[in-house]
């Protein structure tokens, strides 16, 4: 019932900045929280930065500083800004949220497809 889907991803050099966007869509009665996690080749997925619907954010500390996470409630869509990025970046970023369905009603959390982020000179 309810899909997200990720946007934004692609190829830049080390410095320079990308902005994710992650979508949600379908019988949505609320979202909690949403957030971004990564995973590079042969790495454990990792927590970047999540953001409450409260507006409290949380990051990883190897992104706090170069990483904006932000959200639209009208558009059910986070953001994930990545400014300076560097080499140790690359990786598939997931968008995740956890959403109430209107029904029937129930509390789940959920993960996009991915998007492939690459910093490479």
């Known amino acids: 019932q309810v899909q997200l889907v990720e946007s934004g991803g692609g190829l830049v050099q080390p410095g320079e900045s990308l902005r994710l966007s992650c979508a949600a869509s379908?019988?949505?009665?609320?979202?909690?929280?949403m957030g971004w996690y990564r995973q590079a080749p042969g790495k454990e997925r990792e927590l970047v930065a999540t953001?409450?619907?409260?507006?409290?954010?949380n990051y990883a500390d190897s992104v706090k500083g170069r990483f904006t996470i932000s959200r639209d409630k009208a558009k059910k869509t986070v953001y994930l800004q990545m400014n300076s990025l560097k080499p140790e970046d690359p990786a598939v970023y997931y968008c995740?949220?956890?959403?109430?369905?209107?029904?029937?009603?129930?509390?789940?959390?959920?993960w996009g497809q991915g998007t492939q982020v690459t910093v490479s000179s």
């Open positions: 995740n949220a956890d959403i109430v369905i209107s029904w029937p009603y129930r509390q789940s959390d959920y």
């Open positions: 379908g019988s949505i009665l609320r979202i909690n929280a």
């Open positions: 953001i409450t619907s409260g507006g409290i954010t």
